[in-house]
């Protein structure tokens, strides 16, 4: 019977269950080399950046970047657990847990919003492909409002809109501000722009093989990041 070994991280980061879970939305073939790239995009990737072309091989979680705006920009990386198989068949795991994505929203990459939905497009470049994965906009402003209540709102209770690209391009929620008309005993009444609000948004993935009588290779993985 094989072994398991298994290394329990506690992140200084750490998130809550609620993103160690199943994933959804197909996302085409393991083990592939990607293709269509330009010269221009290869050229943002960070100098250590590697493909992997079979990740049941990997020692690590494949890494994941998002290409927005003309610039390559690495998301936060949460919840993740990775299993490898070692050369006399035993299986090597690690998980990592820890807090929740809004207690971390200082931490992640902000982007800014997109004035048009060709401009909001955010293309996900994986290190490998998982064999699944699917991304949430969460409404980072409805929470901002409340969280002074001490209601105790967690991620879930926001309003949210999830996405389950057939291909690895996300469309940014478009928001584009509202305005308001503001009574003043000195100014009279007068419009005020109101910005547009903030979203948070958690990309999950996971890596896995066909079911068997053991569990193999692979893992899961959520990033985090926001738009302002």
């Not at 199943?22 to 996302?27: D, L, N, S, V, Y």
């Not at 073939?29 to 990740?55: K, N, R």
Request: charged share 20%.
């Amino acid at each position: 019977m094989r072994k398991w070994q298994c290394l329990m991280l506690a992140l200084a980061l750490g998130l809550g269950l609620a993103g160690c879970q199943k994933q959804e939305a197909a996302a085409g073939p393991p083990g592939a080399l990607p293709t269509g790239f330009s010269d221009e995009v290869l050229a943002l990737l960070p100098e250590d950046w590697q493909w992997l072309p079979d990740w049941q091989q990997a020692e690590d979680l494949p890494r994941l970047l998002l290409l927005y705006d003309g610039a390559c920009v690495e998301p936060l990386l949460c919840n993740h657990s990775w299993a490898q198989r070692l050369n006399d068949d035993e299986m090597r795991q690690y998980v990592a847990c820890g807090a929740s994505p809004l207690e971390l929203q200082a931490k992640m990459p902000h982007l800014a919003h997109p004035q048009t939905e060709e401009a909001g497009r955010v293309q996900l470049i994986w290190q490998a492909q998982p064999t699944s994965f699917r991304a949430v906009a969460y409404d980072y402003t409805w929470w901002e409002k409340r969280q002074g209540l001490d209601l105790g709102f967690t991620l879930e209770d926001m309003p949210k809109s999830q996405m389950s690209p057939p291909d690895n391009t996300l469309t940014l929620f478009l928001d584009r501000g509202s305005t308001a008309y503001i009574m003043d005993t000195e100014r009279g009444c007068y419009a005020e722009e109101i910005p547009p609000g903030s979203y948070l948004y958690v990309v999950w993935a996971e890596w896995q093989t066909e079911a068997e009588a053991e569990p193999g290779p692979g893992g899961y993985a959520e990033w985090t990041f926001f738009v302002e």
